[in-house]
């Protein structure tokens, strides 16, 4: 399980002063599974854009440490509880330098959740994890459902899934060719097939390329992409 927070902050020093802090309290409750993404450049936006994202992976901890991680809800937009779409958290096993960390805020209507999640489990995950596998241009894959919205700023769009890709250069020139053969090869479809009937069931709230910082307080933290 995940527990989620889409964050805006109104400068650069209110969001690293709150990272400090959110950071110190998370440790202090044990908490270290968790990876910060800071938004650099928006290629979908539905609203006012988001500059934060704070994904806390709590699969070895009781669902009630829910509620003792602080909710400060003049800077969230969101905070959610989500879980993976099965299979759906995939890595490279090799040591791979990415650049690039896609975030999507993905929005289903409800008659198509069970579809899309179909989609990703036939085509779009067994696909992904051949070219991380296989490929050199992708690092990591996650796809993450909502399954309980604890708190959602009115104003703001909605959605019900993430998804988060660290790739490098070579995988903007690459992906289309790459999971073409994949999808043909596992599910036979072609890559329009796969991709025209995802454009009418789902839309991107965001979509952004950002910075990944994985537990700022930690002596060996990691740091991908350019810093914000």
């Given at each position: 399980m995940y527990l989620i927070d889409t964050l805006i902050f109104n400068s650069k020093s209110e969001k690293k002063k709150?990272?400090?802090?959110?950071?110190?309290?998370?440790?202090?409750?044990?908490?270290?599974?968790?990876?910060?993404?800071?938004?650099?450049?928006?290629?979908?936006?539905?609203?006012?854009?988001?500059?934060?994202?704070?994904?806390?992976?709590?699969?070895?901890?009781?669902?009630?440490?829910?509620?003792?991680?602080?909710?400060?809800?003049?800077?969230?937009?969101?905070?959610e509880y989500?879980?993976?779409?099965?299979?759906?958290?995939?890595?490279?096993?090799?040591?791979?330098?990415c650049n690039l960390n896609i975030v999507e805020h993905v929005d289903v209507a409800d008659k198509y959740l069970e579809e899309f999640q179909s989609i990703m489990i036939q085509n779009n995950i067994p696909a992904m994890t051949e070219i991380i596998h296989k490929r050199s241009w992708c690092n990591e894959f996650i796809a993450l459902e909502t399954r309980n919205i604890i708190y959602h700023k009115s104003k703001f769009p909605k959605w019900n899934q993430i998804h988060l890709i660290s790739l490098n250069l070579k995988g903007v020139l690459l992906?289309?060719?790459?999971?073409?053969?994949?999808?043909?090869?596992?599910?036979?479809?072609?890559?329009?097939?796969n991709f025209s009937r995802l454009k009418k069931i789902r839309v991107f709230?965001?979509?952004?390329?950002?910075?990944?910082?994985?537990?700022?307080l930690s002596n060996t933290h990691s740091m991908d992409g350019n810093s914000q």
């Amino acid at each position: 399980m995940y527990l989620i927070d889409t964050l805006i902050f109104n400068s650069k020093s209110e969001k690293k002063k709150y990272q400090r802090i959110f950071s110190k309290k998370l440790n202090d409750i044990n908490i270290e599974t968790y990876t910060f993404y800071t938004s650099n450049l928006f290629f979908n936006s539905r609203g006012d854009k988001w500059n934060l994202l704070c994904v806390i992976d709590l699969s070895k901890y009781n669902r009630d440490i829910i509620n003792t991680i602080p909710l400060t809800k003049d800077v969230t937009i969101r905070r959610e509880y989500m879980e993976l779409t099965p299979n759906a958290h995939v890595k490279s096993l090799k040591s791979l330098k990415c650049n690039l960390n896609i975030v999507e805020h993905v929005d289903v209507a409800d008659k198509y959740l069970e579809e899309f999640q179909s989609i990703m489990i036939q085509n779009n995950i067994p696909a992904m994890t051949e070219i991380i596998h296989k490929r050199s241009w992708c690092n990591e894959f996650i796809a993450l459902e909502t399954r309980n919205i604890i708190y959602h700023k009115s104003k703001f769009p909605k959605w019900n899934q993430i998804h988060l890709i660290s790739l490098n250069l070579k995988g903007v020139l690459l992906f289309k060719k790459d999971f073409s053969t994949v999808l043909k090869t596992h599910s036979n479809i072609s890559f329009e097939q796969n991709f025209s009937r995802l454009k009418k069931i789902r839309v991107f709230t965001y979509k952004a390329n950002a910075s990944k910082t994985k537990n700022i307080l930690s002596n060996t933290h990691s740091m991908d992409g350019n810093s914000q």
